[in-house]
């Protein structure tokens, strides 16, 4: 089906640990985003792209890195991560001011 | 810069009620969306409505519905009959009008609908 996909859906990471979390969608969307939802704070915006090789931060992007070498792919990484950076993250994309189509999530604990 | 505001962080309704979930913003743009997004306990978000500044009307999806007050910067969303699978939470949502732009969430509404 079309859509976003992210992976992994769940994840446990100890202090100081690196990770990718990834994001691919197969409907040539140029523009793609990540969001981090804490409980009580709505989502919040790490990092966005608005196509191949161009990507700019957002509002929280302390602590990740991403890239899009692709149309279809934009990873997001944490190096050295920590227990603030526990929270459930987003994939997005869009196509010009339409709707966004989001990801099924993936839930991050850092112990 | 943007802001969005939802003052309401619980509701509950009864199955067949009426409900409505408050949004304000504060913008000094003249263009731009504005959306409510329903995420149930599945964690997935899902697109329920979409308003565009420019239109006058307001927008409809069959039990859901909006007052749009531009001159307010409100945006209340409406849900008629509600149901047990509405349950959920809601977020409401602003986007300026240009391509490539992020949207920006309110905090959030949970609200629980009970038979």
């Known amino acids: 089906n079309a859509g976003v996909t992210q992976t992994p859906k769940f994840r446990i990471l100890k202090i100081g640990q690196s990770m990718t979390l990834q994001c691919a969608q197969d409907?040539?969307?140029?523009?793609m985003y990540w969001y981090r939802q804490d409980p009580g704070m709505g989502l919040k915006l790490i990092y966005y792209?608005?196509?191949?090789?161009?990507?700019d931060k957002g509002e929280v992007p302390n602590g990740y890195n991403v890239s899009r070498s692709t149309t279809e792919d934009f990873p997001l990484r944490l190096e050295l991560a920590a227990p603030s950076q526990t929270s459930v993250y987003f994939c997005?994309?869009?196509?010009?001011?339409?709707?966004?189509?989001f990801g099924s999530g993936t839930r991050l604990t850092v112990v | 810069a943007q802001t969005v505001t939802q003052s309401q962080p619980e509701m509950s309704v009864q199955e067949a009620e009426t409900v409505t979930l408050s949004c304000t913003y504060d913008?000094?743009?003249?263009?731009?969306?504005l959306f409510w997004y329903k995420q149930p306990p599945s964690r997935q978000m899902i697109l329920v409505i979409r308003?565009?500044?420019?239109?006058?009307q307001n927008a409809t999806e069959n039990r859901f519905s909006v007052n749009f007050q531009k001159a307010a910067k409100s945006f209340s969303l409406k849900i008629s009959d509600s149901q047990l699978g509405d349950t959920a939470m809601y977020f409401c949502?602003?986007?300026?009008?240009?391509?490539?732009?992020?949207?920006?969430f309110g905090k959030g509404t949970t609200l629980s609908v009970s038979s």
């Open positions: 792209s608005v196509g191949a090789g161009i990507t």
């Open positions: 409907m040539n969307h140029n523009y």
């Open positions: 949502a602003f986007m300026i009008h240009q391509a490539g732009t992020a949207l920006i």
């Open positions: 308003q565009e500044a420019y239109k006058q």
């Open positions: 913008t000094s743009e003249n263009n731009y969306y």
């Open positions: 997005a994309s869009s196509y010009e001011l339409y709707g966004y189509t």
